[in-house]
């Protein structure tokens, strides 16, 4: 496995970002709502900018980071971290949603950003780190219990699937 780093998206991403979201469709979850501003990229860096503190996150989200997951120039991957919970992510989203390019899955990827998103957690002072997946979603299991997640219950989403909720400790 080549060594992965998390890089926050900048105007130099933007090809690569746009050819990362191809190849997802049309399973876009863990994306950051990139695909909504394809064509408005710059508008897309603003709004992680404003969901980056307190005093400019929109009232009905809470402070967020947003990382490319790259292996040198190349975007394999997503990790948004939540800083806090609301009812709507601590029922659902949990602290992190994180996504991987198709071509990079089964080979460990997966486990490596939720370990790093986990190094992330415990530098801005969360212990405990809420973690869902989609009861069916086994291979989203397989990393959430590759990293410790400890299964607290199941639960009835919004959209009728269950949901698992795992925690994690970020030590």
């Known amino acids: 496995m080549q060594e992965i780093k998390l890089k926050k998206p900048t105007k130099e991403h933007r090809k690569e970002a746009v050819s990362y979201i191809e190849e ?3 399973n876009l979850a863990g994306t950051s709502s990139l695909e909504m501003y394809l ?6 860096l603003k709004k992680l900018k404003k969901e980056e503190n307190e005093k400019t996150v929109p009232k009905n989200r809470v402070v967020a980071s947003t990382y490319f997951v790259m292996i040198d120039k190349k975007i394999i ?4 971290i ?5 009812e709507y992510l601590f029922n659902e ?3 992190m949603g994180y996504s991987i390019r198709p071509s990079f899955r089964r080979k460990g990827y ?3 950003t939720l370990q790093l998103g986990l190094e992330k957690c415990k530098k801005i002072g969360l212990e405990n ?3 869902t997946c989609l009861r069916e979603n086994k291979a989203s299991r397989r990393v959430i219990l590759k990293n410790g997640g400890v ?3 199941e639960i009835i989403g919004s959209d009728g699937n269950v949901m698992q909720r795992y925690w994690i400790k970020s030590n």
């Open 110 to 112: 997966a486990t490596k």
């Open 151 to 153: 299964l607290e219950n």
């Open 129 to 131: 780190v809420l973690i």
């Open 39 to 44: 064509t408005k990229y710059e508008l897309w």
């Open 24 to 26: 997802l469709q049309p």
């Open 82 to 86: 939540r800083h806090d919970l609301n």
């Open 77 to 80: 991957g997503m990790l948004n």
């Open 93 to 95: 989203g949990g602290h």
